[in-house]
């Protein structure tokens, strides 16, 4: 800190104080300062502080608080099509592999008892909570049988029976080491979400897979609410490719399964797709999608709605 000094004419000139250590610096006796402030300079900069910091946290606590009191636990603020997620839930798959780099790509060699195993693996830990409901809140103890003449009531969760896949199970190596892969389906979680089924069979979608309708045109109406699935080649050669394709329990996920209203222990439901025979050693091409009046399909390379996509190569 500069010192000023007087002279003869009145006048106030700045001079360079002499030199200091810094233990003079944090307290000089001359003076009596810490740090060139004063006793009362540093008592008003701590009350200023103090001030401040107690106003400054009581505007955030404010804040908070108004923004909590407009929050719930159990559903979202926005929900459906006043979301970011919407009103189209996308679609996913097991399994899938442990380095991104390789995402979207299922390649093993059948006779490789590792590369099977690490497949199967990846499987069973996702299905690890359908087999053991214990790992659930509340233990799995709210979780029900359900069919089209019983839905779930308030609070309960529809069975999810994943011994109905058969033959893709875990004892049958999904079919890994027999050449024949399956590949799990679910569909993402929206809050309050309820499928539209195709419940006129002469209403349904031009571009539906022909075995598709046909199956769908076989049941009773009211087994008709489901979600449907198909997964086909993408290109021609893909198609012929990929060989038979079969849906265990069906291609279709019954709707009685839905609203996902966060219920405790809430499972998504899940179908097996198993591709039979697919062609050796040639990566193939395959688009699942999901068939509903109220989900909107888009294909392509980005913004993939109502549909995933994947490579199969089975050596």
């Given at each position: ?139 799995g103890q709210n979780h029900v049988n359900c069919d089209f003449d019983k839905p779930p009531a ?154 995933f996509a994947f490579a199969l190569l089975v050596e």
């Amino acid at each position: 800190m500069l010192e000023k000094v007087a002279t003869k004419e009145g006048f106030q000139f700045p001079v360079k104080p002499p030199d200091r250590t810094f233990w003079q610096y944090l307290y000089d006796k001359r003076t009596h300062t810490v740090m060139d402030r004063t006793k009362g300079s540093w008592a008003r900069l701590a009350l200023f502080y103090a001030v401040y910091f107690i106003v400054l946290g009581a505007l955030t606590w404010a804040c908070f608080q108004g923004l909590f009191a407009t929050l719930s636990d159990q559903y979202p603020k926005y929900q459906l099509a006043d979301s970011l997620i919407g009103t189209n839930p996308g679609m996913g798959y097991r399994p899938i592999p442990e380095d991104p780099e390789d995402a979207g790509f299922i390649k093993y060699r059948a006779r490789n008892k590792t590369e099977t195993k690490y497949w199967v693996g990846r499987i069973n830990s996702y299905l690890e909570p359908y087999k053991n409901l214990s790992l659930l809140p509340m233990g799995g103890q709210n979780h029900v049988n359900c069919d089209f003449d019983k839905p779930p009531a308030s609070g309960e969760v529809c069975k999810v029976d994943i011994t109905a896949m058969s033959p893709c199970t875990s004892e049958n190596g999904f079919g890994y080491n027999q050449s024949s892969p399956c590949v799990i389906i679910k569909l993402n979680r929206i809050y309050g979400w309820v499928p539209e089924p195709f419940d006129d069979v002469e209403d349904l979608p031009d571009e539906m897979p022909h075995d598709l309708v046909e199956h769908i045109k076989s049941l009773p109406e009211k087994k008709r609410n489901k979600i449907w699935v198909s997964c086909n080649g993408i290109y021609s050669w893909d198609n012929e490719a990929m060989g038979p394709v079969s849906y265990h329990p069906e291609p279709g996920i019954p709707g009685y399964y839905y609203p996902y209203l966060n219920q405790p222990g809430y499972l998504s439901p899940i179908i097996a797709v198993q591709f039979e025979r697919p062609k050796l050693k040639q990566a193939i091409n395959i688009e699942c999608r999901a068939w509903a009046k109220n989900m909107f399909y888009r294909g392509g390379s980005a913004h993939r709605q109502g549909s995933f996509a994947f490579a199969l190569l089975v050596e």
